[in-house]
Nanobody, 120 residues
Framework: QVQLVESGGGLVQAGGSLRLSCAASERISTFNTMGWYRQAPGEERELVAVVVISSGYVDYAVSVKDRFHISRDNAKNTVYLQMNSLKPEDTAAYYC?????????????WGQGTQVTVSS
């Protein structure tokens, strides 16, 4: 069973930075895409950033573009989310997600989440 383990969350002041890590139990090259989602209390889970593993293509939510940067390290089987210029509205639980397609089947894996709290 694939395991995704997030780390790097915490409490930071507005304007600060954090780097989240998502370590996979399998080679990330076996996934089609990996991404970061977040969910604030009372809100729906939303996409923050995604990377296509094979090509390196990335995409971001409008709210985080130019502040957050997603990257991958195939050798470490890890995907990162560098978060800069953090705002209180970035406060949420952040989740790592991986998707794999095998023939006609789509497999989706989630991590347990890591909390990010930005104080004003």
């Amino acid at each position: 069973q694939v395991q995704l383990v997030e780390s790097g969350g915490g409490l930071v002041q507005a304007g600060g930075s954090l780097r989240l890590s998502c370590a996979a139990s399998e080679r990330i090259s076996t996934f089609n895409t990996m991404g970061w989602y977040r969910q604030a209390p009372g809100e729906e889970r939303e996409l923050v950033a995604v990377v296509v593993i094979s090509s390196g293509y990335v995409d971001y939510a409008v709210s985080v573009k130019d502040r957050f940067h997603i990257s991958r390290d195939n050798a470490k089987n890890t995907v990162y989310l560098q978060m800069n210029s953090l705002k209180p509205e970035d406060t949420a639980a952040y989740y790592c997600k991986a998707i794999r397609y095998i023939l006609e089947a789509r497999y989706v894996y989630w991590g347990q989440g890591t909390q990010v709290t930005v104080s004003s």
